[in-house]
């Protein structure tokens, strides 16, 4: 099982103390795309943008040495019914095209630990500007990297998210399209869900990836939803609860300090969301929670 950072480092921690996980190590710098490194090791782009090709896939695996070295090691006949085992998981993995995901792994199971979207929201917002944003002043960009981020600045981005997609699922249904607006107005923003150097200040990511319940019905439709195992990540205490869904065998006692993930502190900067930020996606955000309750039968899988 290769694996990197998700949902929560404690999380991510407890997975490394799983003998058949192997750490994500540095990736290659066609895998960055100009981002800091703690941004493309956290979440690697190659499932949004990828497309399984035989190169980008040793590209991709060149994060995690044993599986480079198996794919580097196969003949071409080989590799061709020879799919990876497992894959790397993270929030940008689930807005990939399910059908590049089933090229390389036509017989998955997905684990999506689900957290507060508006917790979510208001964490990815600080992780990016506090915690990596720093690290673009290091970096060739098109203008000055402001690190200013503040409440009322995220108040104003996320709002201006809300609006946009509310505009285009209006703009939508008045074409007739209503049973797929939402995915069509999702699509349309992948570019700028990718956060980089020149995009976190601006970006509707922090808001979108919390559309949990339109993701996953686009993966439903290619993927039966016994391969799916969904839960709210705040009810997992310990991640040995899902070890039998993930297949990877027994856990360790402890965490070797060596291939523990390093955590960058943002806790002195951090801002929180005003109540207004706070009411205004607990509305948008509701018709998705009931949504996903829907979709995978569990009454649940809902935060208020």
């Known amino acids: 099982m290769e694996i990197s950072r998700s949902g929560t480092t404690k999380i991510y921690q407890q997975l490394l103390g799983t003998e058949t996980v192997i750490p994500s190590g540095t990736p290659s710098s066609s895998l ?3 981002r800091p490194l703690a941004w493309c090791q956290k979440e690697p782009t190659f499932w949004m943008k990828g497309t399984a090709t035989l190169t980008r896939l040793q590209d991709y695996t060149s994060m995690y040495q044993p599986l480079s070295e198996k794919l580097q090691g196969s003949t071409a006949e080989r590799r061709s019914g020879e799919r990876l085992m497992s894959l790397d998981w993270s929030p940008l993995n689930y807005e990939a095209n399910p059908l590049v995901l089933r ?39 098109k203008g000055a990297a402001s690190l200013a981020g503040s409440a009322r600045h995220m108040h104003q981005l996320m ?17 007739s399209r209503a049973g797929t607006a939402e995915r069509l107005c999702w699509h349309r923003s992948t570019e700028d869900r990718i956060i980089s150097c ?38 997992l205490h310990d991640v ?3 070890l039998p869904a993930l297949r990877l065998g027994p856990r360790g006692a402890t965490v070797p300090a060596a291939r523990a993930a390093p955590v960058l502190e943002t806790q002195r900067h951090q801002v929180q969301l005003l109540p207004e930020t706070t009411e205004m996606l607990r509305g948008f955000y509701t018709p998705y929670v009931k949504d996903l309750q829907v979709l995978f039968n569990d009454t649940t899988l809902s935060w208020w």
């Open 32 to 34: 960055c795309e100009g």
């Open 159 to 175: 709002s201006m998210t809300v609006q946009h997609f509310g505009a285009c699922l209006e703009h939508e249904r008045s074409q």
């Open 198 to 235: 020149s995009s976190y200040r601006t970006t509707s990511a922090y808001v979108l990836r919390g559309l949990y319940s339109v993701y996953l019905r686009w993966f439903l439709e290619h993927f039966a939803s016994q391969h799916f195992t969904v839960a709210r990540i705040e009810d």
């Open 103 to 141: 090229l390389a792994h036509p017989s998955p199971h997905f684990v999506a630990l689900l957290r507060n979207p508006i917790h979510r929201a208001e964490s990815d917002y600080n992780w990016s500007f506090f915690a990596v944003a720093p690290s673009c002043r290091k970096m060739p960009s």
């Open 240 to 242: 040995a609860a899902v």
